[in-house]
């Protein structure tokens, strides 16, 4: 190697020239790509020989920049490679070369290479470190003095330092670190006087430079000493005039806030938040670098509120007050801002209370003011600061401002008790009149009437949001104790009635935009009708009532002679929030709704009987079917319930009995649609059919709220309860509605898939899944089949749909009536015969595995589980082929794709269905995330009665062919339930054979996805649980070897394997699972062992071991060293 240069080293021209020439012609984007690759290879070879070290010096302080940086880029790999190989003699030479690089820096000196030279001397300095904590801060400080670019060098050496000794404090050894933190606090303080002097500087670069020191030096240094002279902290914050320091000090003040030293929070935090007022003085949230520091201020500030100690509640008042005057600043995003914070300070009680009443006064009324002033960014507003604005799932204005309004009412409403009130008239009065502009200093009080001019949307929806959260604050006031809301309750009552009057009149006039008002006023229906406890003036209740049904037949703009099929989704969303509203109502408060029932049937009754130009009812099935549940939920008071709801349903049925009587069911199903194209009426066939489906959809929609009456959702957009809620009294309503509707529903099934064997359109099977699973759902939005749809072939894609629906609902009906009890040995034959048959179609097994097939398993009866069985062999048939062809496909062609991934997603739900069947029947039950196992139902199925064996076999291949399927629901079903059946298992090595051959490596194969980390324990529960199986116990060794590849595991699962191991008898079966831990535990790092070193010390004194052991901190240290040697651990005798 050559000897290393002295400080005042040169380099000759030509090997100056040649590397410049090399660069350029790199950097030159003109040149050939053959030159290119020329020079950057004689470049490589350049750089990385060590005997051009005196050159790379050279280089570094050449006048050409690019090549500048080539020569410091040179020396930075040659100390990271090569430095430690030198004898100390070079060392110091190399060291004293590389400090006088910071004497060949000046003003014209740009950035990059300033920012490159102290990055090279931060690493020396790293690599002798903490030798070097004495000798490089007093040299490099004498050199900072020689001209601010030096200083600029210095700071940035020592910012690399300091991020490197951030890094490597928390892995050194304990010496180590005890050393490393004495020679931190060493450097701390020489660093921190160096900085503060820094800081003072007039330059803004070395100013920016020494604050990003500082907050890096805030990862690792003792934060006590920024506020201890020289107070570098309070220094920073006074550097006003410095828009970049005082980013970077808010980088300071966020470690301070967040990582306060232990025993010192109050001192700390108090002393920082003392100089927030210094730091708002002289704000202009005009100026863009202003404004940027005042959003960053604002954001940091309320950090610290959700800290145990909380010091800075003795500070909200004077900051609240600050914040109050930028309140009224013209720019929403600082306004938006503003919101933010006291709307952190509303979630702390004690912190809420400090601020003063006339901020929050002040605070709501501003809101109000300038929900007219609601608008997207302007033009001195770039969209960027707008956006930078989070306003939760909904960025509207109205929405948030909404929300403060409520929280701030909230507040007033426990310090002065008309103030609610009077808000709330003051909300309608600037939202009805939008160019009435009041002194903003003013407080109007309440007029009693609202103007009658036409508001704006803006305006209209951020009221009704702020009057919704009221409400529900007066809600929750009428409960506490020592509150009088009496004096504004009528008040309140009085304006959302005079609200439901004036919305009506701004429907009409304002049609654009009403639906988007009506969906503003539903959610607080609700708490507007559960307060009709209270003595009010008026009935608001029967106004609500009204006003959503209403809603529920409402029409947008130039709807009013609209088909139903043709209506937009804005109008079927905003009636079916109507729909929604009504039933939560109702259910909060069914005696409350009882007297209204009258009204709600009678515009039942119309609107099914009402219809539009193409026949259609100008309500939809789903409209209908919710309208439905919501009379059979409020007639729960009535005295003659059953009747009420058997007349509810009077129709329906005779439309049902009609048809089965006079016409072949399967006929009126399946039978042909006359062409269409020439806009004929259609088909009485199409009528019938459509009836039946709606009918269908009542006898399920009746049943569920008898079994379900809290459920708050619509049936179809909320999945049932496990456990039936049925009264004593509806238990006879129950069974008398199952048994006239059950033979319907099992005959319209058994039809159905009749349909799909006799003589029908061929081009019925010609039909995509996926169009027909697009289909799917249409009836929740209230179109059937839009008009528009190009299909040439849409009557018969038509018929598809009404079938899949109509399978659906009544496998629906079918398993309701299994969970409820309802069904007779007799009936379950029937049902057993009208499952899928080997040709039916995959959507067929999807309705029965999800809608039936778990009800069915947990009332089936010994006698008839061959037959079950059977059924699920037929179902697996059809499901695993339709996965497997899906799974192999190599379509490229967007509708193939789609098709693929809805018979998939179609598949998935057979598999889960089957898994849970198959996990009924060993008697494990999943109730919530309880797994519930019934004993009685275990005993039965795995019984030694040798004419049990066929069905024990199919159930045990079964669960082996659903986990092929890699469906993680289904694995974990049939996991379980082989799982507990194993210990009967194990007497019929013939039934053990497939779950060790088969299943275990599936099951494996399934851990390995990370998303399954949960699933481990179930995986270790299975192994251990068949471990007595003599003739798989090589198997089982080789799979849990396998298993413990896969990384993951947390040192709880492996301390419950070791518990489970404890308890088993033989001594080989100790010595395979623990040697399966042993190899999990080699997997895992040492921050995970702690759980699995208890585990494994519990095993071992559970066996009786303790003294082979030695003692717990012996077996703990061979688990860590993973030495564990498990003939030492469990002994040979």
Not at 193 to 198: G, R
Not at 711 to 721: K, L
Not at 801 to 821: D, N, P, Q, R, V
Not at 940 to 952: E, K, M, S, W
């Amino acid at each position: 190697m050559n000897a290393l240069p002295s400080s005042n080293a040169a380099m000759g021209s030509g090997v100056d020239d040649t590397i410049t020439a090399a660069l350029m012609a790199v950097f030159d984007p003109a040149a050939p790509a053959a030159s290119r690759q020329e020079a950057q290879q004689y470049l490589d070879a350049f750089r990385s020989n060590t005997g051009n070290l005196d050159a790379f010096f050279a280089l570094s302080k050449a006048n050409d920049p690019q090549a500048r940086h080539f020569g410091l880029s040179a020396l930075s790999d040659f100390l990271e490679r090569f430095f430690l190989t030198l004898d100390l003699p070079q060392r110091d030479l190399f060291r004293q070369s590389t400090l006088s690089l910071t004497a060949t820096v000046d003003q014209t000196t740009p950035v990059f290479v300033k920012n490159k030279i102290g990055a090279l001397l931060g690493g020396l300095m790293f690599i002798e470190w903490p030798q070097c904590v004495s000798d490089y801060p007093m040299r490099l400080g004498a050199d900072a003095e020689a001209s601010d670019s030096a200083r600029e060098v210095v700071l940035y050496a020592f910012r690399t330092l300091s991020e490197c000794v951030a890094e490597k404090l928390p892995n050194l050894p304990t010496d180590a670190r005890r050393a490393a933190i004495t020679a931190v606090s060493e450097l701390s303080r020489t660093l921190l006087s160096f900085i503060a002097d820094s800081v003072a500087s007039t330059s803004e670069a070395v100013c920016t430079a020494a604050i990003g020191l500082t907050a890096v030096l805030g990862q690792w240094m003792p934060m006590s000493l920024l506020l201890e002279p020289p107070h570098v902290l309070s220094q920073m914050v006074m550097q006003l005039n410095n828009q970049a320091g005082r980013i970077g000090a808010l980088e300071v003040l966020d470690v301070a806030l967040r990582r306060p030293p232990e025993g010192q929070h109050d001192v700390i935090l108090s002393g920082v938040v003392a100089l927030f007022p210094a730091m708002f003085t002289s704000l202009d949230p005009t100026d863009d670098p202003d404004y940027y520091f005042f959003v960053q201020l604002v954001q940091l500030f309320p950090s610290v509120s959700s800290n145990q100690y909380n010091p800075l509640r003795p500070h909200v008042p004077a900051v609240s007050v600050l914040l109050g005057q930028f309140a009224e600043h013209p720019s929403h995003a600082v306004f938006g801002h503003i919101l933010q914070f006291f709307l952190k300070i509303l979630r702390d009680d004690k912190s809420r209370k400090a601020v003063p009443d006339e901020i929050w006064h002040r605070l709501l009324y501003l809101c109000i003011h300038r929900l007219d002033k609601k608008g997207g960014p302007s033009e001195d507003e770039p969209s960027s600061l707008f956006a930078a604005i989070d306003f939760g799932d909904d960025d509207k204005w109205a929405d948030y401002m909404g929300v403060l309004i409520g929280r701030a009412a909230d507040t007033i409403r426990l310090l002065a008790p008309h103030y609610p009130a009077q808000a709330l008239w003051l909300a309608v009065e600037r939202c009805a009149s939008q160019d009435s502009n009041p002194d903003p200093g003013q407080y109007p009080s309440p007029t009693g009437h609202c103007t009658t001019k036409s508001p704006g949307y803006a305006t209209v929806e951020g009221a009704l949001h702020g009057l919704e959260a009221v409400v529900s604050g007066i809600e929750t006031a009428a409960t506490a104790e020592g509150v009088t809301i009496q004096p504004y309750t009528n008040e309140v009552y009085q304006l959302l009635l005079q609200a439901l009057q004036w919305l009506t009149t701004f429907q009409s006039q304002h049609a654009i935009v009403a639906f988007r008002v009506v969906t503003a006023l539903i959610p607080f229906a609700a708490p507007l009708a559960r307060l009709s406890a209270l003595q009010i003036e008026g009935d608001p209740v029967e106004a609500v009532i009204r006003f959503l049904l209403q809603s529920i037949e409402w029409r947008g703009p130039h709807e009013a002679n609209v088909d139903m099929v043709d209506l937009s989704q804005d109008t079927l969303s905003t009636r079916r929030r109507a729909c929604n509203a009504l039933l939560t109502i109702v259910v909060q408060s069914p005696a409350m709704s009882t007297p209204y029932l009258e009204i709600v049937y009678r515009f039942y009754q119309s609107g099914c009987e009402r219809r539009d130009s193409q026949g259609f009812p100008v309500l939809s099935e789903n409209e209908r079917a919710t309208l439905v549940e919501a009379m059979v939920v409020a007639s729960g008071s009535l005295p003659d319930r059953q009747g009420f709801i058997f007349a509810l349903l009077e129709s329906d049925y005779n439309q049902w009995t009609s048809a089965l009587q006079t016409q072949d069911l399967l006929a009126v199903l399946a039978a042909d649609k006359p062409d269409l194209a020439s806009n004929n009426a259609r088909p009485e066939e199409w009528a019938t059919r459509r009836k039946l489906h709606f009918s269908m959809r009542c006898f399920v929609s009746v049943l569920r709220r008898l079994m379900f009456p809290a459920m708050m959702s619509h049936g179809r957009s909320q999945r049932s309860p496990l456990s039936p809620e049925i009264s004593d009294a509806d238990r006879p309503i129950v069974q008398l509605l199952t048994s006239a509707i059950l033979p319907i529903a099992v005959q319209c099934v058994a039809a159905i898939n009749r349909v799909y064997t006799g003589p029908r359109d061929p081009r019925l099977d010609s039909f995509p899944q996926v169009e027909v699973n697009g289909l799917l759902g249409k009836i929740g939005t209230g179109s059937d089949l839009r008009s528009d749809m190009d299909h040439p072939d849409n009557d018969l894609l038509y018929i598809q749909y009404l079938l899949h629906e109509l399978y659906e609902l009544s496998a629906t009906f079918i398993g309701m009536a299994c969970k409820a009890g309802c069904v007779t040995p007799d009936v379950v034959l029937l049902i057993l015969d009208a499952l899928p048959q080997p040709h039916s179609k995959l959507f067929h097994c999807r309705c029965m595995t999800k809608r039936l097939l778990p009800e069915l398993s947990a009332v089936i009866s010994m006698d008839m589980m061959e037959i079950f069985v059977s059924k699920l062999d037929t179902i697996i048939g059809i499901a695993g082929p339709a996965l497997a062809a899906s799974a192999s496909s190599a379509s490229v062609s967007r509708e193939a794709i789609e098709e693929e991934m809805v018979i998939k997603a179609l598949g998935v739900d057979v598999a889960n269905g089957v898994g849970i069947a198959i996990s009924s029947c060993f008697g494990v039950r999943t109730v919530g995330h309880v797994v519930q196992l019934d004993q009685d139902a275990l005993t039965r199925i795995t019984g030694p009665d040798p004419a049990l064996r066929p069905v024990q076999l199919a159930l045990v291949r079964q669960a082996s062919m659903i986990m092929t399927w890699g469906c993680m629901v289904a694995t974990k079903k049939t996991t379980r339930a082989l799982e507990a059946a194993a210990p009967h298992l194990i007497q019929l090595p013939e039934l053990l054979e497939p779950v060790v051959t088969e299943v275990l490596p599936i099951a494996i194969q399934a851990v390995a996805d990370p998303k399954n980390l949960d699933f481990t324990m179930e995986i270790v529960g299975l192994v251990c649980a068949i471990h007595t199986s003599l003739h798989g116990v090589n198997k089982l060794h080789l799979m849990c070897a396998e298993l413990a590849k896969y990384p993951g595991y947390n040192g709880s699962a492996y301390e419950q394997a070791a518990q489970r191991i404890a308890g088993l008898s033989a001594k080989k079966q100790r010595k395979v699972m623990f040697a399966f831990l042993q190899t999990l535990v080699g997997q895992i790092g040492e921050a995970k062992q702690g759980s699995t070193v208890s585990g494994v010390s519990a095993a071992a004194t559970a066996e009786g071991r303790v003294e082979r052991a030695q003692n717990k901190a012996q077996a703990a240290d061979f688990m860590m060293r993973g030495d564990i040697n498990v003939a030492g651990l469990m002994g040979d005798g």
